[in-house]
């Protein structure tokens, strides 16, 4: 069975020769950003007016609770029953599913520990709690049980006003793995081919709605606001920016720098030869449109094609280790932010389920929204602060894609190490290198340092 190409389900965009005026107008951060100031203009001078124009907020939530079910369906579907066959890779998928797993568990225990420490939305924005939401009710086994296992589709499509998210995480896998093991390779490609199908068509339908964004930014950021009294609320978003960006620059510190020490990576080598999509990510905040560039940067510096081959794709879809830190720090950040009280327990349960539910919609526009406005759901969170993270979402969008991209590089490079696949002396016949000089730095490999 072939690997899920990225590329085929979205596409690199072209390269834009507008002027750079024109570029501007036509970006998204741009007018979330105009939204976030004219929401705080107009929750300063029109109080009133913004509270009882809050419901406008809706036009792009609601909307993004449409997709939650046909798009976490079709991509976790599309990422196990189309992904090769593992009894085959045998080692080299056992050791990298094993370290993705152990990896994106501890960005989200990092972040949740960062957001518990820290409370960015402890304080400012407590003030403004919506007093008709009612208190979550508490979380038993039993109620757990009935939300995991899948009964109905009408029921997981939210028949009581909200998707089951828990019941489509299960009912996908499920699926998936029920579709991989279908011997006809011709019934397995058409369910794979309807589900890439419908993952386009929610594609296409996320692109249209998130042009809805700046303006649910913009209502939502006025009625908190006018409730609040003034723009001392906001300042807790600026803290939660703060908390994200320490938190993923610890992450990678602590936890990249654990595997760079075992593994014996140089990290400033790897950091400039993986310059160019790490680039790419931050200032473009998507990781696919750096992807030809990492499979490129991944040869130079010595990973064999057959272990990028199957690492990064995988990597795409399992090993998101910004997004996951950023989520389990935005998930707390709305309950704070609303005064709902999780315990322990719930908030484990909680970094589960974003650990699962995170890795079925990489690549989308906008996909941690997605997941997050879904899990809160889930646990009684209202969803009113997700539209002030969208006024910051952009600039915090960068570093989280950063890690994500800088996760998977590193990841290739450390199953290439395990795996013996790392400048082997092909690669290193290629380029002219004998054994015994066979431990050039990578500043040469990449030609970064010039020679005679």
Known sequence: MAPVELSATREAPAPDTRPVWRRVLASLPFWLVVGTVLGCVMG?????????????????????????????????????AGQPDLKKLGKLAVKTFVYFEVVTTLALVIGLLSVNLFKPGGDGLSVAKDPGVKSADTLTYALWVNHLTPKTWGEMMGGSGSSELLQVLVASVLFGCATAMVPSEQHRNVILTMCR???????????????????SVMF?????????????????????????????????????????????????????????????????????????????????????????????????SFNLDGSTLYLSLAAIFCAQATGVTKTVGEQV????????????????????????AA??????????????????????????????????????????????????????????????????????????????
């Open 44 to 80: 300063s001078v029109a109080p009133q007016f913004s509270k009882d124009a809050a419901p406008t907020q809706n036009v792009f939530l609601r909307p993004i609770q449409f997709v939650v079910l046909p798009l976490v369906f079709s991509s976790l579907v599309v990422g196990i």
């Open 197 to 215: 199908a419908v993952m386009e068509v929610m594609f296409k339908f996320v692109d249209i709605i998130i042009w809805a964004a700046p303006v």
């Open 220 to 316: 939502s950021i006025a009625a908190v606001v006018g409730k609040a009294g003034g723009l001392g609320v906001l300042a807790s978003l600026g803290k939660l920016v703060a908390v994200l960006y320490g938190t993923i620059l610890f992450f990678i510190v602590v936890v990249f720098g654990v595997v760079f020490l075992v593994l014996r990576i140089n990290p400033v080598e790897f950091m400039v030869a993986m310059k160019e999509p790490l680039i790419i990510a931050y200032t473009t905040a998507t990781s696919e449109a750096c992807l030809p560039q990492v499979f490129e940067a991944l040869e130079a510096y010595g990973v064999n094609p057959r272990i990028t081959s199957f690492v990064v794709p995988f990597g795409y």
């Open 349 to 372: 349960i909680m970094v589960l389920m974003l650990m699962i539910s995170s890795k079925g919609v990489a690549g989308v526009r906008s996909a941690s929204i997605i997941v997050l």
């Open 375 to 452: 899990t809160l759901t889930q646990f009684d969170i209202p969803q009113w602060p997700i539209t002030l993270i969208l006024g910051v979402d952009w600039f915090m969008d960068m570093a989280r894609t950063f890690c994500n991209v800088f996760g998977n590089c590193l990841a290739a490079v450390a199953m290439a190490k395990w795996e013996g696949e790392f400048r082997t002396p092909e690669f290193l016949a290629q380029r002219g290198v004998n054994s015994e000089s066979s431990q050039i730095t990578a500043l040469d490999e990449i030609g970064v340092v010039s020679k005679d």
